[in-house]
């Protein structure tokens, strides 16, 4: 059975950072890349951040360049997300992802909550 699990909302003011962490289980996980979604209320998923199986490397929407560094951890089968300078505007539910290309299949975790307000 594959899980992935998100760790690491909460509530900060703006300007402040947070860490989330995503632990995956159920495939061989240095086979897929990973990726981190985010959802406002009434907005369409959007993504935020990718990091390849091969290479390790990373793209970022345009919103959130600068700002968010996503690395993983093979050895420990988690894919993180260091947010920092954070603004109301990050305010949504943040999804983990791990996808696979051929045959092309992915996998989601339920979903952490990250609100930015003062």
């Known amino acids: 059975q594959v899980q992935l699990v998100e760790s690491g909302g909460g509530s900060v003011q703006p300007g402040g950072s947070l860490r989330l962490s995503c632990v995956v289980s159920?495939?061989?996980?240095?086979?897929?890349?990973m990726s981190w979604y985010r959802q406002a209320p009434g907005k369409e998923r959007e993504l935020v951040a990718v990091i390849t199986s091969v290479g390790g490397v990373t793209d970022y929407g345009d919103e959130v360049k600068g700002r968010f560094t996503i690395s993983r951890d093979n050895a420990k089968s988690e894919v993180y997300l260091q947010m920092n300078s954070l603004k109301p505007e990050d305010t949504a539910v943040y999804y983990c992802?791990?996808?696979?290309?051929?045959?092309?299949?992915?996998?989601w975790g339920p979903g952490t909550q990250v609100t930015v307000s003062s």
């Open positions: 992802n791990a996808f696979f290309s051929k045959p092309r299949h992915e996998y």
């Open positions: 159920g495939i061989t996980f240095r086979r897929y890349g």
